[in-house]
């Protein structure tokens, strides 16, 4: 049987999590779990500091005060994402954080922000095979409204990714980048 630990350290591996197996099956259980709690979160209100308390149940995390967001948010998994202090998440984001997702602080998240951190095997005969990586937004990062964040990606501090981009690879600290596929633009002045 696999507990959240072990799911959670399996994750890290990035190994594969084939269609089927214990890990493949733990999916099942937390998505379950995730849809009650942001049935919850986003079918009536709640104060800011009750909406912290139950993003803490989400993600099994203690949540810092600091931490606000809008809902509706939307996860199949929830205990896989981490959040620093002073991040505002905005509304209609989109967490698919199987294979982790880590906010640090002082991050800012637009409207309708999607990250996903599993593809499918690109084998049809494989296909239900699961292949996981973490996405990683470091300090002052701010990701402008629809944009897509892809697995493995890995986004430096206080980079600027602008609205509607496709991100697919690491972008540096410092600079503002936008598109699909996501480009850099520019580097920021530190005399801004």
């Known amino acids: 049987m696999v507990d959240i630990e072990k799911f959670l350290k399996y994750m890290k591996t990035q190994q594969p999590v084939e269609g089927g197996s214990d890990i493949f099956m733990m999916f099942e259980d937390l998505s379950q779990e995730a849809l009650k709690i942001t049935f919850e979160i986003n079918n009536k209100y709640h104060t ?61 998240i637009g409207h309708n922000v999607t990250f996903a951190t599993l593809d499918h095997d690109i084998n049809p005969n494989n296909r239900t ?4 990586a973490p996405i990683t937004l470091q300090k002052n990062v701010w990701i402008g409204s629809d944009s897509t964040i892809l697995k493995g990606v890995t986004i430096g501090e206080n980079s600027i990714i602008g609205a509607g981009s496709v991100v697919v690879k690491d972008i540096p600290p410092n600079c503002i980048a936008a598109g699909n596929p996501c480009k850099i633009l520019k580097y920021i002045d530190d005399n801004i």
């Open 48 to 108: 800011p500091d009750e909406l912290r308390k139950l993003f803490s149940q989400l993600t099994g995390k203690n949540i810092d005060v600091s931490f606000r967001f809008f809902p509706p948010i939307y996860t199949d998994c929830g205990k896989n994402i981490t959040v620093g202090k002073n991040v505002f998440i905005n509304m209609c984001c989109r967490f698919q954080d199987q294979g982790g997702i880590e906010i640090g602080d002082g991050c800012f």
């Open 129 to 132: 095979t699961m292949h996981p």
